[in-house]
Every structure is written in C-alpha cells, then in structure tokens.
C-alpha cells in the first residue's frame, strides 16, 4: 500500500509543482525586465535614453509592453493554416520552459529532493536538454509555414537551416565539458567541477575555453540573436516568421527567443562556468566568496544568477555592437569553422584524458 | 487512487503504444503530407515514451534528438518547398503498395522472432540488463555504452562505415559535373 495522502503527494506532487511555478515565475519576471534592460543599455550604447516616461527610469515598461499586448487584437490571416498558426507559438515557448525542469539553479542540500534548488535530476541530464532544445525549431517552421505569407516562409526555413547547423558544434562542444565530468547528470557535473577544483572552461587548458567560445557562438546562433538573427533580418524579410503575428501571439515568440536566451545561458552557466559554485572553488583565501552568512544554498543561487545575468548582458551587448552576417557566411563559420574546431577539442580532450 | 499508481506505468504503456500505433496509420493514411509529417514525428515521441517507460532513457532521449529534432525537421524542410495543392491530387506511390505489403510481413516477422527468443529466454533478457555492466548497477547511457564498445565493437563500427558511405554517395550524387 502506498500512503499516497500522505508523503509520497507532498514529496512527488505538491512540492515539484510549487517549484515548477516558481522557476515558471522567475524566468518569466527575469525575461520582462531582460527586455527593458535590453533597451535601456542599447539606448545607452547608442548614446539615448531609452524608455524613461513609465514609472521611476521607466521601471514600469515591461507591465505597460505585456498590458499593451495582452490588450491588442488577435490577426489570423485569411488563408493560413489555423491549427499550425496557433500552435506554432506554444512550440517555441514550450521546449524552452521545459528545460528549466533539469537546470540545477542551487546546491542540492542533502534532504532529499524537497529542499533542494532544482526541481529535479536525471541521469541523462545534459543529453535531454539538447534534445529538448532541438524540438524548438517546429515551432519557427511552422509558424513560417501556416502564415501563408512569403517573407514568414523564407524566415522560417532560414531558421531551420540554421538551427540544424548550429545545432551540431553544439553538441559537440558540451561533449567536452562532460569528458571532464564523466557525468551526464547536470547536478553531477557542478559537482565534478567542485570536486576538480575549477570550473570547466579552464579545464584542460585550452580545450575548454575553446568549447566555451564555439558553445557561446552556436548559442547565439540557436536563439537566433544578433549578430546571427537572419529568420528575422528586417531588411530583407520585413520580421521573418513571425511576420503574420499579432498582439499575444507575437508576445509568445518574443517570450520564446529570451527563454531560449536564458537556457542557453543557464546550461553554459552549468557546463563551463561551476554553476552554482562561486570562481576558483579550490583557491582557500577566496572562500568569503561562499557567502557564508547566507541561508544554505542562497549563496549557490545568488552566484548562479549573477553568471546568468551576465550572459545576458553579453547577448544585449552583442546586439549593440556586430553588425549581421550574410547566410553564407553564417554556413561557411558554422560547417567550416565551428564544427572542425570543436571535434578537435573533442578529440584533444579525450587524448588528454586517456593519456594522464 | 491505489490502482492507477500501482498499475500506473502499465496503463502508460498502453496509451503510448495506442497513441504510436494510431499515428503510424495516420501517416499512411493522411493525404496532406504536412499533415502526414506530424503524425510521424508523434509516433517518433510515442516510442520515446515507451522507451522511457522501460528505463532506457539513453534510446529514448536520442529517439527525441535524432527523429524528433533532426530527421522530421529536414523531412518538414522538404514537404515546406513543394507545391502541396498539386502533390495532393497525384497518387505518386500507389503502385508500392505490393512491394511495402512484402516488406511489412517480412518486419513483422522478424519483431515476432526477436519477441519469442526474449520471450523463452528470460535469463538473457531482464530489466536490469539495461541499467548494468556485469551485473553491477550503473546508468542506462553506461550500459548501452559498455555493449556498444566492448562487446558489439566491430558491427557497431561496421554500420557507422555504413553511414559513412551513404554520406559520400549523398556527396556525390548532389555534386554538379
């Protein structure tokens, strides 16, 4: 017999499920202000104000942007294809937010899964986040397709092109986080990284920061970002596959690319950068950095949201300042550049790990 | 409450099963290729899914990267290009029906043999066998990797040369003169 009113709710159903629209909750704040943050420092970059009229520094943009949105009118056009063009913006959101079910955002702090800061750990881990992440693309496609509409077309295939690309030195540039690890579970890498004493982009020197910069760029790429943001090349294809779309429909895809941002961040923030471990875990006079006056595991999430916030700067810093490629330059660095590259230091690094 | 969480992973197993099935007929069936596409790709996730039930979650995560995110998205590619309004009216494959009748039994038959030796043969084939190496418990990924590399080495290195040759054909065959 299974006590299932018991414990077993508590620990299996109510708990994950609090966690889930927590992280949910905090992505999604995370995301409203990465927009107004994103136009603030581009403002600042460009030598203008950016949005000041809402609230204090115009702190009170996000909520007007969402109000405004929420509040447009809902275009389906003529001859699309209904089912695919209202579902195409689900696919792009869903897969993102999935992903945040593996993210280790904290330490786990040995009580079992309830007081830990990730809501859960597998063993597949890293293999289930590409995989997740590679179901991503249906949405752009789709959506490009059932917009009947020339320019959303073209965007999308661009984009799918694109994806299937990057999606490859990708891969292979976590292979060599995880040749260090030995370990697919992301909790277990953290802590390889702990147990090593350094964090993965300066492992094996310079084969992880190698992987680091190819993961970065093919990162950039996935999420279809400055300076590689050609689905959406406004000069040439009006918005891309999101041409059609319209008030919350378009918000989704928006809400889609900066989730997409922030996975790729968390996972880079996970696989090369120790997680939630603050810099040089093996340095000793360092170790004020652990913020030891802090609640247990606060500190771990503090130094994890403080990496991830910095990767997003870099995004928005990238927007202001590369200018966009051709796309046969981006398939020329991706299949002639990036792919060759990170083999290599797959391969450099598991040389290395045979030999010493 | 009891029944479902007890029997729950068996009833499981029978949506996904009914669900891949279902979606199998429907590609087949299905005059709209786009259409036919989904219902391929829900079929790849189903099995994912019966994969995962069996804790083969290695198979079952590449299930979903390399059909789900790699192969339909190219077979979407594809049917994105062609003209659908005109493909539509034309029974390109009408005339395979016997040669994927052949084929069909002969698949058939092969699944049934490999389920009967599993079948009669239980001390070969148990759970854990997928979550083991000799006998000690380690991870899914572990275990399929240890048969791949250290006992099924040279036909798995056969069949990646496979690939690599259909790769090259591939090359060539696009290659302009």
């Not at chain 1, 708990?15 to 995370?30: H, R």
């Not at chain 1, 891969?171 to 579970?185: D, E, I």
């Not at chain 2, 854990?128 to 048969?147: F, P, Y």
């Amino acid at each position: 017999m299974v006590d299932f009113f018991g414990e077993t709710l508590f620990a299996y159903a109510v708990v994950p499920l609090a966690k889930i629209i927590v992280a949910i909750a905090v992505v999604l704040g995370i995301i409203a202000y990465t927009t107004f943050a994103e136009r603030k420092i581009l403002g600042f970059l460009q030598v203008r104000t950016g949005p000041n009229r809402v609230g204090p520094w115009g702190l009170f943009q996000p909520i007007a942007d969402v109000a405004k949105l929420l509040g447009k009118e809902d275009v389906i056009p003529n001859r699309a294809v209904t089912w695919a063009y209202v579902l195409a913006p689900c696919l792009v959101v869903g897969p993102a937010l999935i992903i945040l079910s593996v993210i280790p955002f904290g330490p786990p702090s040995g009580e079992g899964p309830v007081s830990s800061w990730f809501i859960t750990d597998v063993n597949v881990g890293l293999l289930l986040v590409v995989a997740i992440a590679s179901i991503g693309v249906y949405g752009l496609l789709l959506g490009g397709w059932a917009s009947n509409n020339k320019f959303s077309m073209l965007g999308g295939l661009r984009s799918a092109a694109q994806m299937i690309s990057y999606e490859v030195p990708q891969g292979f540039s976590l292979v060599v986080p995880l040749l260090m690890a030995g370990t697919l579970s992301l909790v277990g890498i953290v802590e390889a990284q702990l147990a090593q004493g350094r964090w993965f982009i300066f492992g094996f020197f310079p084969f992880g920061l190698l992987a680091f910069f190819i993961y970065f760029v093919a990162g950039v790429a996935e999420s279809n970002r400055n300076p590689f943001d050609l689905p959406e090349a406004e000069s040439e294809l009006v918005a891309g596959f999101h041409t059609e779309y319209s008030g919350m429909r378009f918000a989704l895809f928006f809400l889609g690319e900066y989730a997409n941002m922030i996975v790729i961040s968390a996972v880079a923030v996970t696989m090369f950068l120790g997680g939630w471990l603050r810099p040089f875990p093996n340095v000793e006079w360092l170790s004020f950095l652990d913020l030891a006056f802090l609640p247990a595991g606060l500190a771990g999430l503090l130094w994890f949201l403080v990496k991830l916030l910095a990767f997003l700067f870099v995004y928005i810093w990238f927007r202001g300042t590369f200018p966009r490629y051709r796309f046969d330059q981006l398939m020329d660095l991706g299949w002639k550049w990036l792919i060759p590259t990170a083999l290599l230091s797959v391969a450099a690094t598991g040389l290395w790990k045979i030999l010493i | 409450m009891d029944f479902l969480l007890v029997n729950g992973p068996g009833l499981l197993f029978y949506l996904f099963a009914a669900l891949a099935v279902l979606a199998a007929i429907l590609v087949v069936s299905l005059r709209n290729p786009m259409y036919s596409a989904f219902a391929l790709l829900t079929s790849f996730l189903a099995v994912a899914a019966l994969f995962f039930l069996r804790h083969a979650e290695f198979l079952a995560v590449v299930q979903i990267f390399v059909y789900g995110g790699g192969i339909m998205v190219l077979f979407l590619f594809v049917i994105m290009l062609v003209n659908l309004h005109r493909l539509q009216e034309m029974r390109i494959y009408g005339m395979q029906w016997p040669a994927a009748l052949l084929l069909a039994v002969m698949m058939i038959g092969l699944v049934s043999w490999v389920v009967a030796q599993v079948q009669f043969s239980p001390a070969n084939i148990s759970p854990e066998a997928l979550v083991s190496v000799e006998g000690e418990a380690v991870g899914n990924v572990q275990a399929v990797a240890w048969q791949l590399y250290q006992k099924y080495l040279l036909p798995f290195e056969i069949a990646s040369l496979f690939l690599l040759v259909a790769m090259i054909g591939a090359v060539v065959l696009a290659r302009k003169e």
